[in-house]
Every structure is written in structure tokens, then in C-alpha cells.
């Protein structure tokens, strides 16, 4: 139903111009070296032309250009301008930039390229040719014969979108405030922050007391703080740019190296009647948050457009010296001194060192630290206290990967056939345990403890770091093992054993099976998702269930699955213990029963579920936790206190909002926003530290205007990003390729990465995102599960003339809307007194048919419903809807051609 001209290609002229063109080289090939040359070179031109237009036509943008020119083809009229906006913008991503270029419809100069002085004049090309497309559908004055009908909202009612506010890769250490703009005459509807951080705070808003937040557990590369902070919304104002939110993070402990932020975000999400909230203008001011203790500070910047002009103002009081880094470039360096300082640096001097092209659609990282102490950011000794849980009932005699009571081929660790499907279970387990020991102790400070459990808990290990007697443990594991299942059994013993733990040190739970739990340790009773009533503390169980293949489906086993799941809640409140659950064989896919079960363990753990009856795959799932738990266990960008001198260094402080900042001018994209509403929202998290990739489906008929993904690096560094699609594989992000050579710990860490140029790369459906960490190009640390997509969406709200039909009256529509409301029996335009009925609902989407006003809102509405459900995303009052019809040859071959031609010259 979308307006869309049809392009004819003149292939038998084109072909008639390469053969002159061919002739006139072979004839003058004898003569001059230089003609054949600027023959190629002009044939390359062409090529260019031709493959520039193509471009335009197949992505559509050559109708809504021909759209806005038939529209009203004066000069300097709205229409005009905004088609000369969006030709110049495309055509400036797609030729290079040594080419000129003019485009032109039916003689009309819609845009050329001569005013730009970074591009060559016309008249003093050397070389110059043309392509040309016939477009079919565009024209105006033709006799009548039928009608045709365009809509444009003229305003909004309303509009559901988000304002976010980040924080760096790492920030502190010490209290952190950072500030927040938000548009004026809002509604706020609902407010949410996600961090990573070191220790529990007090939130303030502009001053005011929100809530405590206590110390939580910590995850190394994830958010440890997700909390609906809707409650505070009264103490979020609408003050505009210039006054705007200030959040501040006040840490409630008294241990420095704890008061810090890997990461994160604030979002307040509010309706508005305003189209675009998000304008370009050609200027960004870069804040950095406030710092009270340490500075010690790792982000990133992106300026979305060629940088003409940039300037810093950097305020701060320290007595030790203070430096910053933008990208690998020292900026500054200044010796400590007891009042404050403020260093500025001009745009000559900026961007003579750093260059425009460094800082210009670049994710930048920058870097603000105390230099005295630079050298002394290390890695501290492992923190993680672990204990691994194995399964040794009857079962794990049986093969890996078949679903029955086969006794499974008993194997050394050596074995070349280990990972086969007839491997004996526990033969896998026991060699997967102590690849598992392996790994954690390979981080000085780490500890493992050992539980082995079948229907009573059959043996266990203190919590130790003496790697010899762990191992000789797992080999003492029996390798013809006999009893039940008794899952909260192990969990229960292994919270006795983190008794031997301390506050401060990270505690995690390996919960490993291969069937269903059969035995309950006390009979807890359990509400979903983790309401738990009763003691069920037990190590030693209670019959319940036989735990065979037969009991995956069925209530048989109840008590028994409520008692491990409630153990595992018990863990996690009592110890702050995180517990992941491991299905090892073919319960994982099998077993509904077994599924459930440790799936509500990890999620009442605070933990991840894994899964597979895949050798291979199990091994990777014990080499992934490992590797999830050593980046937890210690910090490369927290500065450690030692020694003495270091009482004065706590009391230095980053100013923040309004005194330091980074300041740019920018080139903006020349891309005309006319008719669009912006929207901006948030993906689900990418759940998948072990491919680090996300999946991000975009509507059709919408554009990208910005994207950027989140990552939570913890200590290390985020290095990489790619988006696959449909169309391209590109690698939009590789620190070590922007800086090479560079130490990472010089570098600032981003917490987002913007992909550049995001209304060309990203496309309509989906595109893959794989974003990555390290502490070099070859050193990888894998990413998070809670990193995902923050983008903003263009969504037009005109439609360019549709169908021919032959009648142009209205209806009588019935609209529903994603929020809930409904719009009855309403007369589209206001002036309709017929009686057709019209519907866009989710029950009823019809009868617009058959006339070109209906057609035309039709359109609209179902562009402005981005999930294609029947209900209109954007609230819009239809009295706003503005219309033009008019007429035209009844068969559509007939209304135009119209020739456009695109001229390109170097």
C-alpha cells in the first residue's frame, strides 16, 4: 500500500553510451596514454553515478524525494528544502568525497554540491557524466480519472519515550553525582536505574532522599542494581537545559576501594505531545560527573558529526597530580595543590593534538585520573569463595548423551574420546570439576569447597586453596555411583560450609545434576516466584520420589523441588551467595520436572541456569562460570591505598555539572528530520555472555537515527563491536585498531559504544550486535549478560499519495491504541457525514479499502504501529491529521514518467 514509484532502467541507452565509449578508446588507443586513462576514469565515474542511483531507488529514497518535488516543485519552498536535505545527506554517505555532484527532476535542481567548499566546483571538473532513472507515479495536472490522497499529522497527542542518563566503565572513587536533562511540559511516568557498583548508597534526587540501597552481591561484568525508582518520581523535575536533575550516589560504607560504579544507567521514561525530542543542532556538551574521594575516572564520548570546533574545561582539587587522557593523547597533567584548579584547553589546541577526524563519529574513550597512584592500579588477590556442588546418585553411571539406563564408558581425563556421547557421567563431571579447579585457582586468593551428594550429602571439602588436596578429592569420587537425588541436601550442606567465609569475600554455589530431585530436607512450603515458608534445612533427605525419567512431568516430586529451590533462596539471603545451576545431560532438554527445578534455583539465587547433554558444550559451560567468577574476584582500575602520605588523597574532588565539560561544534548530518517523531527505548539484555551477541528487530518503514550498546566491563576494558544484518557485517569498534600499540589501563573504558552512522548500517528486521571486552586485542574477557541496545527511532508521520481510487470521502474509524484507550466512531475528516465504517484495532483491521482518503490514513496508522499488533504506538488525536487529494490518470502507467538525473563529476 506504500507509495512507490517504479524506476525504468534505460539499459539499452547505457549500453549504447559504453560502446561509444569503448570505440572511441580503441580508436584513439594508438594516440595518447592519457586518453585511455580518462576514458577509465570515466567509466569509473559512471559506474559510480549508476551505482549511486540504484542506491537511492532500491532503499526508497528516491520516491520520498519525488514525493516531496511533486508536492510543490518552487524553489525554496518547504517541500524543496527538505527534498534537497535528504538528497545531499545520502548522496554525501554514498559518493566520495573527492566527487561533486547535482541532482535534478525534470530539469528541477534538487540539490548540488558545488557550495560545498570540501567538494570540487562543477565548472572546474575535469571529468563529468550523468545517470538517469525514470520514476512512474509522479506528476501532477493530468486529467481526472480517479483521486489519490496523502496524510501528515500536524502534531501529537502524546508519545511514550525515554531520557538516559550513564555513567562511565568506571567511575569513583567516592560519593558520584551526575546530572540529567529532561524536556519541559512532560509527563513522568516511570523511573529506573541499573548499576554496577562496589557498595550499597543513598540515592538523592536534586537534594532530596530517595531510597537505600544496601550493600548487594557481587557479579563482576554485570548489574548488581536494578530497581524500579518510580516512587521518587516527585522529586524528578522539568527543568529544561538549563537546570537540569542532578542524581547523586552517596556510598554508606567507609571502604574507598568499594565506592564505585563499572557501568550503568538512570532512565525516566514520560509522555510528551512533542514530535522530536531529539534535535540535532550542531552543538554537544559532554559533562562529567561529580567525584568526591578519589578521581578515578575511565568513560568514553561520541560526537555525532564532523568536530569543527572542541574545548575542554576540566575543575578539580587534589593534592596529588591529576592528568587526563583523550583517546591515547595526554591532555593534561597538573601537580596536586590544596585549593582547586581548573585547566582549560582550546580548540586549537585540542584538536592539533588529537585531530578532528580522532574525535568524529568515534567512540572516544577519556580518561581522568590521580597520577601519583597511576602505577599502583593493580589486581588485587581473588576474593571468591565457591563451592562445587557434583551429583553422584545412581544415574551418573549413565551415558551422557542418551536418555536412558545404559552404563556410560568410564574415562580418564586424557582420553581422547571423552567428550563422546557414551562417556559415563561421572567419568565427564569429575574431569570437568577439576578443569573447574583449575581455573579459579589460577587467580591467587580464590578458595573452593566440595559437596557430593546423592541421596544424602555422600562427602564434602572444606572451603580451601590448596589446589593437590582438591583434586585428590574428585579422584576419591566413586566411579560406580549409587542412591538417590537430594538436591537441597547439597545446597544446605554447602551454606554450612560458606560459613567458614567472611562478609566481604564473593560467594557462589555450582549446583550440578543429571535427573529429577527425589528427596526433600524438611518440606518448605514455596509461592512463585521465591516465597518460602517452613525450615528445610536438612542434610540428610526424605524420601519423596523415585527421581526416574518417568517423574519429569507429574506433581509427585513436589516437596522435594520446592526444598532445593527454597535452599537455594536460603543461600542467596542468608550467605549473599550466588547460585548457578548446571543440567548435565539429557535433562536439560527432557525434563520438564528437572528444567523447572533448576531454573527457580538459579533465578532465587541470583544466579544462571545452564544446560546440555552435549559433552562439548558442558565443558564450555564449566569453563564460561569459571572465567564469570575469576573477573569478579579482583579490579585493575581500582586504586588500592598503601603505604603512607595517601590521607590527603581522599578529600579531592571532580567537579562536576556546570564546570567540567567537554564542548563541540559539530557538522551535523545534512538529513532533514521533517515529519518524523522520535522515539527512543531500550532492547532486552543480550543474555549471552559466552557469544556476547544481541538481537535487535527494527520495524520496516522507520529509521535508525541513533544507536548505542551498553557494556559492563567491570575492570576490564570494552573493546569491540560488530552488527550483523542483512546487508552488512561490520566491525564498527576495535580499541586496539583505534589506539595501537596503547596499554589499555592508559585508555578510558566506555560503558556504551555507539554505532556510527546508525539511519545507514542499522536495517529494517534483525540485526546482530556482538560486543566484546578484553585488557588487550588478544587477552578476552567475554562481556555481559545485562548488556543490550539503547536507540532512537525515526517514525514518520506522512504519507506520500497512495493507490488511485475512485472515491476520496472518509469513514467513520474506530482506532485502538497501545495504552489502552480506544477511539470510537469517529469521523475522519471532521466533516464526513457518510456511514462506512473503517477499523484499526487488534480484533479488526478494515474497511479503508477502496478510497484514497481512507487509504492514506490507513497508512499513517499502520506506521505508526511499530509491532504491527493492530494498536497505534503513538497517541494522536485524528482532528490533527491533515490531508491532500487530488486527481490523476486512473491508470497508474500514466501518471508521469518523470526523469531524475543525477550528475556526478570529479
Request: hydrophobic fraction near 35%.
Amino acid at each position: 500500500m506504500e507509495n512507490r514509484g517504479y524506476a525504468i532502467l534505460l539499459d539499452s541507452l547505457m549500453a549504447l553510451i559504453l560502446i561509444l565509449i569503448v570505440a572511441s578508446t580503441v580508436i584513439t588507443i594508438e594516440h595518447s596514454r592519457t586518453s585511455r586513462t580518462e576514458s577509465m576514469e570515466y567509466t569509473k565515474l559512471h559506474y559510480m553515478s549508476e551505482d549511486a542511483l540504484d542506491v537511492l531507488n532500491k532503499n526508497g529514497i528516491l520516491d520520498e524525494i519525488a514525493t516531496l518535488w511533486a508536492a510543490n516543485s518552487t524553489p525554496g519552498s518547504e517541500e524543496m528544502q527538505n527534498a534537497s536535505n535528504i538528497s545531499s545527506y545520502y548522496l554525501e554517505k554514498i559518493l566520495p568525497p573527492n566527487a561533486g555532484y547535482a541532482l535534478l527532476i525534470e530539469g528541477d535542481e534538487i540539490t548540488n554540491s558545488s557550495g560545498d567548499p570540501q567538494r570540487i566546483v562543477e565548472q572546474k571538473t575535469s571529468s563529468k557524466t550523468n545517470s538517469v532513472r525514470l520514476l512512474v507515479g509522479y506528476a501532477s495536472g493530468l486529467p481526472t480519472r480517479g483521486l489519490v490522497a496523502r496524510a501528515a499529522l500536524s502534531n501529537i497527542k502524546e508519545k511514550t519515550t525515554s531520557s538516559f542518563l550513564y555513567f562511565g566503565g568506571f567511575v569513583g572513587q567516592g560519593n558520584i553525582s551526575q546530572t540529567m536533562t529532561l524536556p519541559e511540559n512532560i509527563t513522568i511516568q516511570e523511573a529506573y536505574m541499573e548499576l554496577n557498583v562496589g557498595d550499597g548508597f543513598d540515592l538523592y534526587i536534586n537534594g532530596n532522599f530517595c531510597r537505600n540501597l544496601p550493600a548487594p552481591g557481587a557479579v563482576g561484568m554485570s548489574a548488581n542494581i536494578k530497581e524500579d525508582i518510580t516512587a521518587c518520581n516527585g522529586l524528578i523535575d522539568q527543568r529544561g537545559e538549563s537546570s537540569p536533575n542532578l542524581f547523586e550516589i552517596r556510598f554508606t560504607g567507609d571502604n574507598i576501594s568499594r565506592q564505585y560504579i563499572g557501568g550503568g544507567f538512570i532512565e525516566v521514561r514520560y509522555n510528551t505531545s512533542e514530535m522530536d525530542t531529539s534535535p540535532e543542532t550542531g552543538h554537544m556538551r559532554f559533562y562529567f560527573p561529580q567525584i568526591e574521594g578519589i578521581i578515578n575516572y575511565y568513560s568514553s564520548f561520541y560526537v555525532p558529526g564532523w568536530v569543527d570546533s572542541m574545548t575542554s574545561n576540566i575543575s578539580f582539587k587534589n593534592n596529588y597530580t591529576t592528568f587526563m587522557y583523550i583517546g591515547d593523547k595526554l591532555v593534561f597533567s597538573v601537580n596536586g595543590s590544596s585549593t582547586a584548579q581548573t585547566v582549560e584547553n582550546s580548540s586549537i589546541e585540542l584538536l592539533n593534538l588529537l585531530g578532528a577526524s580522532a574525535v568524529s563519529e568515534k567512540t572516544v574513550p577519556i580518561r581522568i585520573g590521580t597520577g601519583d597512584l597511576y602505577y599502583s592500579v593493580t589486581r588485587a588477590l581473588g576474593d571468591a569463595d565457591v563451592i562445587l556442588i557434583t551429583d553422584l546418585s545412581g544415574s551418573m553411571r549413565w551415558r551422557i548423551g542418551y536418555n536412558d539406563s545404559t552404563q556410560g564408558v568410564q574415562r580418564n581425563c586424557d582420553d581422547l574420546q571423552l567428550y563422546d556421547n557414551d562417556t559415563r557421567r561421572v567419568s565427564l563431571a569429575k574431569c570437568l570439576d577439576k578443569d573447574f579447579i583449575n581455573a579459579i585457582m589460577n587467580t591467587s586468593g580464590n578458595r573452593v569447597g566440595l559437596v557430593g551428594f546423592s541421596t544424602n550429602v555422600d562427602n564434602s571439602h572444606n572451603l580451601s586453596d590448596n589446589e593437590s588436596s582438591l583434586i585428590d578429592h574428585i579422584n576419591n569420587y566413586s566411579d560406580l555411583p549409587v542412591g538417590g537425588t537430594c538436591i537441597c541436601c547439597a545446597i544446605n550442606q554447602a551454606i554450612e560450609l560458606l560459613q567458614n567465609s567472611t562478609p566481604t569475600r564473593r560467594k557462589y554455589i555450582i549446583v550440578m545434576t543429571d535427573g529429577v530431585t527425589g528427596y526433600h530436607c524438611g518440606g518448605c512450603s514455596l509461592t512463585a516466584p521465591c516465597n518460602c515458608g517452613g525450615v528445610c534445612s536438612n542434610t540428610v533427605g526424605t524420601y519423596e520420589c523415585d527421581g526416574n525419567p518417568s517423574d519429569c512431568d507429574g506433581t509427585q516430586c513436589d516437596t522435594a523441588i520446592n526444598d532445593s529451590i527454597c535452599s537455594s533462596k536460603r543461600a542467596h539471603d542468608v550467605m549473599n551467595a550466588t547460585v548457578h545451576s548446571i543440567g548435565f545431560g539429557p535433562i536439560a532438554t527432557d525434563c520438564s520436572n528437572a528444567n523447572k527445578t533448576l531454573l527457580r534455583i538459579a533465578e532465587c539465587g541470583n544466579g544462571s541456569y545452564y544446560g546440555s547433554e552435549n559433552a562439548s558444550e558442558l565443558a564450555e559451560i564449566y569453563a564460561s562460570i569459571a572465567g564469570y567468577i575469576i573477573n569478579a574476584s579482583y579490579y585493575s582500575q581500582t586504586i588500592a591505598l598503601t603505604g603512607t602520605g595517601t590521607e590527603n588523597l581522599t578529600g579531592s574532588i571532580l567537579y562536576g555539572y556546570p564546570q567540567s565539560y567537554l564542548d563541540f561544534t559539530y557538522t551535523a548530518p545534512n538529513a532533514s528530520r521533517y515529519g518524523l517523531i522520535s522515539l527512543t527505548q531500550k532492547s532486552d539484555r543480550f543474555n549471552d555472555p559466552i557469544n556476547c551477541v544481541g538481537h535487535i528487530t527494527i520495524p520496516e518503514n522507520v529509521n535508525v537515527s541513533e544507536m548505542k550498546v551498553t557494556s559492563y566491563s567491570a575492570e576490564f576494558w570494552t573493546d569491540y563491536l560488530r552488527i550483523d544484518n542483512s546487508l552488512i557485517s561490520q566491525e564498527v569498534y576495535k580499541l586496539w585498531e583505534q589506539y595501537p600499540g596503547t596499554p589499555y589501563p592508559l585508555l578510558g573504558d566506555p560503558y556504551v559504544v555507539n554505532v556510527p552512522n546508525s539511519e545507514v548500517v542499522v536495517k529494517a528486521g534483525v540485526n546482530d550486535l556482538t560486543i566484546g571486552t578484553g585488557n588487550s586485542e588478544t587477552e578476552r574477557t567475554n562481556c555481559s549478560i545485562d548488556d543490550r541496545a539503547i536507540y532512537t527511532l525515526w517514525i514518520r508521520s506522512l504519507v506520500g499519495y497512495g493507490d488511485i481510487y475512485p472515491s476520496s470521502e472518509g469513514c467513520v474509524w474506530d482506532i485502538e491504541f497501545e495504552d489502552g484507550s480506544l477511539i470510537d466512531d469517529l469521523q475522519i475528516p471532521a466533516g464526513y457525514v457518510g456511514s462506512k465504517n473503517c477499523s484499526y484495532t487488534s480484533s479488526l483491521i478494515g474497511g479503508y479499502e477502496n478510497d484514497s482518503i481512507n487509504d492514506a490514513v490507513y497508512r499513517l496508522l499502520s506506521g505508526l504501529d511499530l509491532d504491527d499488533d493492530g494498536m497505534v504506538d503513538i497517541l494522536i488525536d485524528p482532528s490533527l491529521i491533515e490531508f491532500k487529494t487530488m486527481s490523476t490518470g486512473g491508470v497508474r502507467s500514466l501518471w508521469g514518467p518523470v526523469a531524475v538525473k543525477l550528475v556526478v563529476w570529479m
